[in-house]
């Protein structure tokens, strides 16, 4: 479903997004990038997409016939450097667009730079979150965003982690997703928790199960629903089974169609105690979903008012405070009609297609309005020395 098109804006602009993997994945990178790219194509703007695939696919995301996707290969080198500053050359922008949550940021300021191109860098991760699993150093971070016109932040609270010399450059816009068409009801006969998620560890969904269990004593109606793959799936139902749960846990899969689950679900929870501001607890908003998650997880912590459209469980490290949260919902229909209801409207008036498009064109045409030459100074020097520190192993995109 495309996002519909507000009235014409004054200036319209060349823009060539960078978004990975938008012919392979279906991941919430990709997902924010395509609703930014119809977003503005809708809008009059001028739309090309590049991507890294060797084989030319088609996007996995539908795209405004307007939109120019093109296939760059993958490849690292100086070689492949040249022709894909070559092919983006070609489209002529007024503006790059850079989306990703590691070091390949520093790719997308190189090709700017070599183009004299503003380019904003739009980071889709906890910026807490890559020291954690090697992504990117902060040093390497912040010598990618000196080299942008404009950063594009999550949330507020990120925007701590950058020094006060790059305050001015930072913008702070959430994610947004494709509205429901039909709601969900809380209330209803049904007895779902649903919750949608990569079954890998980060998503904490072992803990998820710990917790359903303890639940699950005094609801004996209620069901757990887990939508995703992943590596963890033999692990997950392994942990179920001797709990006695494995006819009260339903591991639905992958699934590109997730809103056909959140339709049916009454509550939605997500355990993670890392995001950056997460699709589908927004998903589950727009369904008129009440939502529970950990106050440790960044972005849900936004999107959750604790007591108003969810819970929000304070210490993450105590077990059964999950199990509490889901429990007093589980026991109250008018409870979750009340709280869905929130969701609902939080998710229209902060969250909403029109509301997060405006912001993002906003921010485009700024960061369109600074002359490259001007926000990026000497940053191929940086750049080069910052690259000759780092091991071969951690230049790997």
């Given amino acids: 479903m495309s996002i519909s098109a507000p009235e014409a804006t004054p200036k319209k602009l060349r823009i060539a997004f960078f978004i990975p993997w938008i012919t ?11 609703m930014m790219a119809n977003a503005m194509a809708q809008r009059g703007h001028d739309v090309h997409i590049f991507t890294f695939d060797n084989q030319n696919r088609p996007s ?22 040249d022709r894909i500053s070559v092919a983006v050359c070609q489209s002529n922008p007024d503006l790059i667009v850079g ?9 997308y300021v190189r090709i700017a ?27 390497e971070r ?24 790059l305050q001015e450059k930072i ?28 079954l890998t560890a980060r998503k904490n969904l072992s803990r998820l199960i710990e917790e359903f269990a303890i639940a699950a004593r005094d609801h004996a109606d209620w069901t757990l629903r887990i939508v995703g793959g992943g590596e963890q ?3 997950l139902r392994a942990k179920a089974a001797p709990l006695g749960l494995a006819d009260r846990i339903a591991f639905e899969g992958h699934t590109d169609t997730p809103y056909r689950y959140l339709e049916q679900a009454q509550i939605f929870v997500l355990p993670s105690l890392f995001e950056g501001f997460p699709m589908s607890s927004l998903e589950a908003m727009t369904h008129g979903l009440p939502v529970v998650g950990y106050k440790a997880c960044n972005g849900l912590n936004i999107q959750v008012r604790d007591g108003v459209n969810g819970f929000l469980v ?16 589980m026991g109250d229909s008018e409870l979750r009609s009340r709280m869905g209801q929130a969701s609902f409207e939080m998710f229209n008036e902060l969250y909403s297609n029109q509301v997060i498009s405006d912001q993002w064109e906003q921010l485009f045409l700024d960061a369109a309005a600074i002359p490259a030459t001007v926000t990026q100074p000497g940053i191929e020097e940086v750049l080069a020395v910052q690259d000759a520190a780092l091991p071969a192993a951690l230049r790997t995109l």
């Fill in 233 to 235: 799936l033999e692990a």
């Fill in 24 to 34: 392979k994945g279906r991941g919430g990178t990709e997902n924010v990038g395509q």
């Fill in 171 to 198: 913008s702070v816009i959430p994610n947004t997703v494709i509205p429901a068409q039909r709601r969900a009801d809380p209330a209803g006969p049904g007895k779902t928790i649903l919750t949608v998620a990569r």
């Fill in 113 to 139: 730079r070599r183009m004299a191109v503003p380019i904003v860098l739009s980071e889709h991760i906890d910026p807490y979150f890559p020291q954690r699993i090697g992504m990117s150093s902060p040093l």
């Fill in 314 to 329: 304070a210490d993450s490290s105590r077990k059964g405070g999950l199990a509490g949260a889901l429990s007093r919902l």
């Fill in 60 to 81: 996995v995301w539908p795209l405004d016939p307007a939109i120019r996707l093109h296939c760059l290969e993958e490849a690292e080198d100086q070689q492949a450097n």
């Fill in 99 to 107: 989306l990703h949550m590691n070091r390949t940021l520093l790719r």
């Fill in 142 to 165: 912040l010598t990618a965003f000196q080299g942008a016109a404009k950063v594009h932040l999550l949330t507020e609270s990120f925007r701590q982690t950058v020094p006060d010399y």
